[in-house]
């Protein structure tokens, strides 16, 4: 982390101003815009020296996560040399706040954090509540600052979705898990072969604003493949094997945490387990402060058959967004708040509950490519007019 006196940021505002806008423009990356008290530029002072974002502001913007650029590529938008950048961007990736990897040709190459692929998850993957991410969490609650990363994540029901939810295999109809090979959060598993553990960004900074835990654990975010060498390679996360992922996945459904990926069929590169008290996703459902199809994906939605319901309310406890109440005797769902995460099935004790495939469901992607330069086009036409 940098530390600047009041003249070197008035002298050398003008970096983090342009990579502020750099960062948030067209491109899906970090912001829907710029706030305009200068709540990301505070931000990324925090982060890099000058010098440090002068060369970061010559890494070429790509909207696909995890896209990788050679250092010729990058010095070819530097004053610097590919020598001086290479020692300038690793001391970046070794913090974490920067991924380092291999580009199309083999070479050694760099890819910018994205939203929802480091940023700003980068700064609370490794669980530390220290006077730096205290800092950082105190300068991304600025309201200015939030409303900007929501509006990217916002959009009208029929557009991209960049995340979606998919429950356990459990709960879900044998004849859709043969349809959609990743319909079932063990298979996103089994189909990945590197895997990380972090902790949840969400509850981290939920305990540090309360002075609490949720009373949900934190460890049990696992990044895969390409980004899973990134994260253990910024020291962000621990490398795990495959069976501990599927262990965490069976704590996180013991504890009625939500399975929430990329909203793709294929290169899913990470799964959260969240859960309504902290995490942004759930939470705002939960709270009804965006509609559902506004903000997430969702595939399934939960049927109740009511002859078998008992009317015992386990599933209204657990249910993550408050989707059900029991009305004269039987469990009742409400159909629009209902994210079809499968969390009620294991509770109920009569099996009254299904998990099924919606009609209208959300537009899907084959892989990551596909589903950010959906996300890319749309942006960039919605700012267009």
Not at 26 to 40: F, I, K, R
Not at 122 to 149: C, H, I, M, N, P
Not at 221 to 240: H, P
Request: hydrophobic content about 35%; aromatic content about 8%.
């Amino acid at each position: 982390m940098s530390e600047f006196h009041g003249n070197d940021i008035e002298k050398n505002g003008g970096v983090f101003a342009e990579l502020a806008e750099r960062w948030c423009g067209e491109t899906y990356m970090w912001l829907d815009y710029v706030p305009e008290n200068g709540a990301l530029q505070k931000l990324l002072r925090e982060l890099f020296s000058v010098a440090e974002a002068t060369a970061l502001k010559a890494i070429p913007v790509s909207p696909v996560p995890l896209h990788y650029h050679s250092l010729q590529q990058i010095a070819a938008a530097s004053d610097l040399s590919p020598g001086q950048l290479e020692l300038i961007l690793d001391e970046i990736v070794d913090r974490g706040l920067l991924f380092a990897g291999e580009t199309t040709a083999g070479e050694k190459g760099y890819a910018l954090l994205i939203n929802g692929y480091g940023f700003s998850q980068v700064f609370y993957w490794k669980g530390q509540k220290d006077e730096t991410t205290r800092r950082l969490a105190e300068l991304e609650s600025d309201r200015s600052f939030r409303e900007a990363r929501m509006n990217l994540y916002v959009s009208d029901a029929d557009k991209t979705k960049a995340w979606r939810y998919i429950p356990l295999s459990a709960s879900v109809d044998p004849q859709w898990q043969n349809v959609y090979p990743t319909e079932t959060i063990e298979r996103v598993i089994q189909q990945a072969n590197k895997f990380a553990l972090v902790h949840c960004t969400c509850r981290i900074i939920y305990e540090m604003r309360k002075g609490e835990s949720c009373g949900h654990s934190t460890d049990v975010c696992i990044k895969m493949d390409e980004l899973a060498a990134s994260v253990i390679r910024g020291g962000l996360g621990r490398e795990i094997s495959r069976d501990e992922a599927l262990a965490v996945i069976r704590k996180a459904a013991a504890e009625g945490l939500v399975h929430f990926t990329d909203n793709t069929e294929a290169q899913i590169k990470h799964i959260c387990n969240c859960c309504g008290c902290a995490c942004w996703n759930v939470g705002a459902i939960k709270k009804r402060i965006v509609p559902r199809d506004m903000l997430m994906a969702t595939y399934f939605i939960r049927e109740t058959k009511h002859r078998e319901c008992s009317g015992c309310e386990s599933c209204v406890e657990i249910c993550p967004v408050d989707a059900v109440k029991v009305e004269d005797g039987v469990a009742m769902v409400n159909l629009d708040w209902c994210i079809g995460c499968g969390v009620c099935m294991p509770s109920c004790p009569t099996e009254a509950i299904k998990i099924l495939q919606k009609s209208n469901t959300p537009i899907r992607t084959k892989n990551l490519t596909e589903l950010y330069t959906r996300l890319n086009n749309e942006r960039k036409k919605r700012l267009n007019g």
